[in-house]
């Protein structure tokens, strides 16, 4: 049966859900708690499955204030949440969790407008609360990913929270809609509204590596790779992948390293060779300080509460 009106086709295989179009294929986990696979134009855009992300790398302001050790069950939330349930929906409508034996009633024929993966996750915190990550699939292979935070009032604050990317290899740049150079909350007002280039995957080279390169206020980042780890593929020609806001600008950071390997390096020479492109898609920021390194908190309205639900989404596109 040939897929004569553009729509979605849907593979529901034991452990995985396929989703597939012109030029794209998705594969959702039922066991890993993401999406585990994202092709397009034969290009894997995935070396992981996105989690939520609670941690950024230690700053100076963060040592002087105490802040870490306060919030230090984060990076335990950061690396070790887990998966709890996944449900799914066919245009809109809930359907039994199709792995096995359940999938066994569907044909390899089997296509809809929109397939929508629902993961919730339970974070590694005393107490415990949930986040859930949802991905919605239209026929032209855009995925729109939203991600609910359920607040807590019992934890501590949160440096960061949002989503974060792993690709296979070295990003050569990206191009983002957004704000001029480094910003966070509590750094804005040098930022102007525009588009701009980066070159390679740059980190700021502190004395001890910290986190960096987070740009605020953004509508759209694509990130722009040619290696796969694909033995095969010598092209060497660019492909590109888009991450654009659904309905508020997000913020993004796009390193070479993620936040726990920043956080293990005491010198900027213990970093590891860059080899992969950690995106990290957020939703909430708390912001740096800077008022008193040794001391001085990050004033207030810069704070980001456990206590308040979260709530953030963007679109995957080819870019």
């Known amino acids: 049966m040939a897929n004569t009106n553009k729509q979605l086709h849907i593979i529901y295989g034991d452990g995985d859900l396929g989703v597939g179009g012109d030029g794209f294929h998705y594969l959702f986990s039922y066991s890993r708690g993401g999406l585990e696979s994202l092709v ?5 855009w995935l070396y992981r499955e996105p989690k939520p992300t609670f941690w950024r790398a ?8 105490g ?4 919030s230090a069950q984060w990076l335990g939330a950061d690396m070790f949440s887990q998966t709890t349930d996944v ?7 809930a359907i039994a969790f199709p792995g096995a034996k359940t999938n066994n009633q569907y044909s390899n024929h089997e296509f809809s407008e929109k397939i929508e993966v629902i993961y919730q996750f339970e974070t590694a915190t005393t107490p415990t609360t949930n986040v859930s990550v949802s991905y919605t699939v239209t026929s032209d292979g855009t995925i729109a990913v939203r991600v609910h935070y359920q607040g807590n009032e019992k934890l501590p604050e949160l440096p960061v929270f949002g989503l974060r990317f792993v690709m296979p290899t070295a990003a050569t740049g990206f191009e983002y809609d957004g704000l ?10 040098g930022g102007q509204p ?15 590596p910290q986190d960096c390169g987070v740009h605020m206020k953004t509508n759209a980042v694509t990130i722009r790779r040619d290696r796969t780890k694909n033995n095969a593929d010598r092209s ?12 508020d600008p997000f913020a993004f950071s796009c390193l070479p390293y993620t936040a726990e390997e920043l ?3 005491t010198h900027i020479e213990e970093l590891p060779l860059p080899r992969r492109t950690i995106v990290s898609i957020l939703g909430a920021v708390r912001g740096v300080g800077g008022i008193d390194s040794w001391g001085s908190d990050v004033e207030e309205k810069y704070h980001i509460p456990a206590g308040q639900d979260i709530d953030f989404g963007f679109k995957i596109r080819k870019g």
Not at 40 to 44: A, Q, V
Not at 67 to 70: A, I, N, T, W
Not at 180 to 189: K, Q, V, W
Request: glycine share 8%.
């Open 180 to 189: 001029s150079g480094e910003t966070y909350p509590d750094r804005l007002a």
């Open 194 to 208: 525009g588009t701009y280039q980066v070159e390679g995957l740059p980190v700021t080279h502190y004395l001890v």
């Open 40 to 44: 397009i134009d034969g290009k894997e």
């Open 263 to 265: 956080e293990n390096a």
């Open 87 to 93: 449900a799914v929906k066919v245009n809109d409508q």
């Open 236 to 247: 060497e020609r660019p492909f590109r992948l888009k991450f654009e806001k659904l309905a």
């Open 58 to 65: 230690t700053t100076d302001n963060d040592r002087g204030n």
């Open 67 to 70: 802040f870490s050790r306060k």
